[in-house]
């Protein structure tokens, strides 16, 4: 991610209400710079970046995890959550080795419940920290050999 796509991705804002719910992106993109299988993600609309997510999908592993996702809040509402969402899945799978994806939300966060479950996400209860842990199963890939 360049400098410019950072600076977009710090200066982007969640309401009061929502700030417990996600890291802050300068601390998400602090911690990628040290984790070699952080991958961030600006999420763009035209030229303009609107929402970041973070995920993990190690080669040597068949289970990714997305463990950052957040929409700007004032272009919130409108269809990018779930655009991003499915983009970012469709870019999972096309890695090839991924099998399930894992995300995780605060119970009490009913956006992003509704965003994941709509994605076909099946609740599996909460973790030692008392956050929801949701996966997804991905098909089998039968276009390649
Ligand atoms: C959760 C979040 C990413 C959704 O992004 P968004 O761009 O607003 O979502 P979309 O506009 O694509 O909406 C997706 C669906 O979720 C629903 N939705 C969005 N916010 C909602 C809310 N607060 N309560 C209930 N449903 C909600 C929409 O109605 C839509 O449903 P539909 O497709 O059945 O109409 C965004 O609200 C956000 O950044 N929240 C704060 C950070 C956060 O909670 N991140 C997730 C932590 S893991």
Redesign the pocket.
Known sequence: MTGALKASVTALE?APD?LD??ASNTESLDEAALDADARPRAVMAGDRVV?FLMYEAPADDDEAMIYR???DRA?????????ALRHVLEEIRSLGHVRQVS???EPE????R??YR?AGFVEDGLDEDGEMIANLVLPVQTDHP
Do not use: D, P, R, T
Not at 75 to 83: N, S, T
């Open positions: 969640l929502q719910f996600v929402g996702f957040m929409i272009h919130q509402g409108q269809g990018y959550g779930k655009a995300i995780c939300y966060n009913e956006g992003a509704h965003l709509a």
